[in-house]
């Protein structure tokens, strides 16, 4: 019943930036907390960066300095400006959002995953 899209993944330059969307889309009453979660080759799947409905965020200690999480209520989308890019930063990145439905039910989906290679 609602989907997360996600956009803005690709090849970069150590030390440059992409930003990444995720629209929500569908009927939502509410979306509570957004976030972002990456998984690198080999590796297992790790918290990025969390925002809650009021603003409030979180982010792993491999990125904070960097790494901004930001969302639009009105839009239903999170974002994740990416700075000061490393090769380790290299992964897929999934967005996560959960939240209510008009009918009440509450709802916690995953984006389809965008790939961010840091790379020379």
């Known amino acids: 019943q609602v989907q997360l899209v996600e956009s803005g993944g690709g090849l970069v330059q150590p030390g440059g930036s992409l930003r990444l969307s995720c629209a929500a889309s569908?009927?939502?009453?509410?979306?509570?907390?957004m976030g972002w979660y990456r998984q690198a080759p080999g590796k297992e799947r790790e918290v990025v960066a969390k925002?809650?409905?009021?603003?409030?965020?979180n982010y792993a200690d491999s990125v904070k300095g960097r790494f901004t999480i930001s969302r639009d209520n009105a839009k239903n989308t999170v974002y994740l400006q990416l700075n000061s890019l490393k090769p380790e930063d290299t992964a897929v990145y999934y967005c996560?959002?959960?939240?209510?439905?008009?009918?009440?039910?509450?709802?916690?989906?995953w984006g389809q995953g965008t790939l961010v290679n840091v790379s020379s």
């Open positions: 996560n959002a959960d939240g209510r439905y008009y009918s009440g039910t509450s709802f916690e989906v």
């Open positions: 569908g009927r939502i009453f509410s979306i509570n907390a």
């Open positions: 925002i809650t409905g009021d603003g409030s965020t």
